[in-house]
């Protein structure tokens, strides 16, 4: 069970005297999130894990892409929605409210995106990104094809499976820590 003060039900400390590197890349987080996310915080009892799960982050989550903000947001509410994951449905629900402008839709996709209003390419690649989390065994070309079909790119096929996967591991390691969400994240975007 978490404590206050603990992001996550594990007891692990934090690294005492985190590199300048972190300290501004927490500062930063600070300054444009008025907050340091706790999935960030957990991680924080070894900055080389640290290290590594903010540069994939960054990577899928923020670096160009043919898909947009949103686009990648929504796969990581989806995904997130399948696995239950209290922690990313909070945090990326909100995003998915802020990139959208539409707190309607950032609540649809954390209980049935099928129920969103979606275009057709959106919904083509939540299919895609849920399939991938609840049948990966299962994917043949037919359902790259289906992408392809929506305007989808290999390389966004790739973007969406990579995004896909990323929060189908950090759903695991988030429900296996009980993590959880900063308390800011409920009223963001509303």
Not at 95 to 104: F, H, K, M
Not at 107 to 131: C, G, H, I, T, W
Not at 154 to 162: G, K, L, M, S
Not at 171 to 181: F, G, I, K, L
Request: aromatic share 8%.
């Amino acid at each position: 069970m978490n404590d206050a003060t603990s992001p996550i039900a594990l007891s692990l400390e934090q690294e005492t005297g985190l590199g300048p590197e972190t300290e501004a890349y927490f500062a930063k987080c600070e300054e444009k999130l008025g907050m340091v996310p706790n999935v960030l915080r957990a991680y924080a009892f070894n900055e080389d894990k640290l290290r590594a799960f903010t540069a994939m982050y960054n990577d899928l989550m923020l670096a160009d892409s043919g898909l947009s903000k949103l686009e990648r947001e929504m796969i990581a509410v989806a995904v997130s929605s399948v696995n239950r994951c209290f922690y990313c449905l909070t945090a990326h629900g909100a995003a998915v409210r802020q990139y959208s402008g539409d707190p309607e839709l950032g609540e649809l996709m954390v209980m049935n995106y099928r129920v969103a209003d979606l275009d057709p390419r959106q919904r083509a690649m939540l299919d895609f990104s849920v399939k991938l989390t609840e049948q990966p065994h299962a994917i043949v070309e037919a359902d790259r094809e289906a992408l392809r079909a929506v305007g989808f790119s290999d390389r966004d096929i790739w973007d969406i499976a990579a995004v896909a996967a990323f929060f189908n591991m950090s759903n695991r390691v988030a429900s296996a820590t009980d993590m959880r969400p900063n308390p800011e994240y409920h009223g963001q975007a509303r």
